[in-house]
């Protein structure tokens, strides 16, 4: 018998851009001022108006998360989150990682939020290794829907292949718990 939380859980490839949920996450840096990667396609996708948005925020420390509209995009909101810069702070890289899940997951909740995309936090130029990162999200995520009925589907948006494919068997592997 498959696991509700498959169901809850989905892994896709493609543009996080493009994807029509309640909220998308982005990957960003602690300025919130839009940077390369998912960031930089965030930030353009959207328009002028999240940039004028995030410079009123002030910021955003690692391991936590801020929320905007998401203006021309799909979704109707843009989680901020900034993910840890790997090989910086070992001792506590995992659970920074973790955090932003977590919080991202938590501002979804107090919006009310059913649904909710995220990239690979942390992997692209912030040096996380992938498979590590996988694990981190995909426990993260799956702890907290275990506990809590929003949002009801969470998809992991991997901009390549190879990364959709490692989140589908980190996925499979945790259901199989």
Known sequence: ???PLTERIQVTGGDITKLAVDAIVNA???SLLGGGGVDGAIHRAAGRELLEECRGIG???TGEARITRGYRLPARFVIHTVGPRYGKDSAREAKLLASCYVSSLKLAVEKGLATIAFPCISTGVYGYPKAEACKIAVGAVMDWLKQNSLPQVVTFCCYDKIDAKLYEEQVQACCAI
């Open 1 to 3: 018998m498959p696991s």
């Open 59 to 61: 910021g955003c420390p």
């Open 28 to 30: 960003a840096n602690e």
